[in-house]
């Protein structure tokens, strides 16, 4: 087997294990959502300090009052998390002014290689509201947890690796609450008006 076949046999073997953590999150995550209000959101979320793109710290406090997207992802990810991102910038266009009113946050799970300063040349081909976390290993795992999301470092054949991650989109309240994963996939102006409803 050659090296390209060896390493999108792996590439592929990656995708196929994050799709099924993915929906089995999924599966756990949504479980007593339809209980009473806040069931999911005293399981899945909670308060962080981290690192902003532009070396800024940041917490979830200053979210409060908006409610706001949030996934977990990195900079050297192929193809899923700049796809998220590129959604999640076609939400906030059909917001328009609304766009002020919410939040979209991309979490690392590659403290090593991301910091505040490649988060900021990554994240210039996305939404200006999009605001890129990161920090140490130690908080990214604190923050990872609460959210119950999972990730693992990759090793590649030539020596780099990938990140393998949850890519659930959770939407959270204006309370900075859990409510549910949110489907950042339909149309966006569907995307947005479901977003409105939290305002």
């Not at 917490?59 to 998220?84: E, K, N």
């Not at 988060?119 to 908080?139: C, M, N, V, W």
Request: aromatic fraction near 10%.
């Amino acid at each position: 087997m050659s090296a390209r076949r060896s390493r999108f046999a792996l590439m592929a073997a990656v995708f196929a294990l994050g799709l099924v953590v993915c929906l089995g999150l999924v599966v756990l995550l949504t479980r007593g959502l339809g209980g009473p209000e806040g069931t999911a959101g005293a399981a899945v979320g909670g308060s962080y300090r981290l690192t902003d793109q532009n070396g800024a710290p940041f917490s979830d406090d200053q979210l409060r009052g908006r409610p706001y997207l949030m996934f977990f992802g990195f900079t050297h990810c192929p193809d899923v998390c700049p796809t998220s991102l590129w959604e999640a910038s076609e939400v906030l266009r059909a917001l328009g002014p609304d766009a002020d009113r919410t939040a979209v946050i991309f979490v690392s799970v590659d403290p090593e290689r991301d910091t505040p300063e490649l988060l900021k040349t990554y994240l210039a081909s996305f939404d200006p509201h999009i605001r890129g976390l990161t920090g140490t290993p130690e908080e990214i795992a604190a923050v990872a947890k609460k959210f119950r999301v999972y990730y693992k470092k990759i090793p590649l054949e030539d020596g780099d690796y990938t990140m393998d991650h949850t890519a659930i989109v959770y939407l959270m309240d204006k309370q900075g609450r859990f409510v549910a994963p949110f489907n950042i996939k339909r149309p966006p102006e569907q995307a947005a008006a479901d977003l409105r409803k939290y305002f």
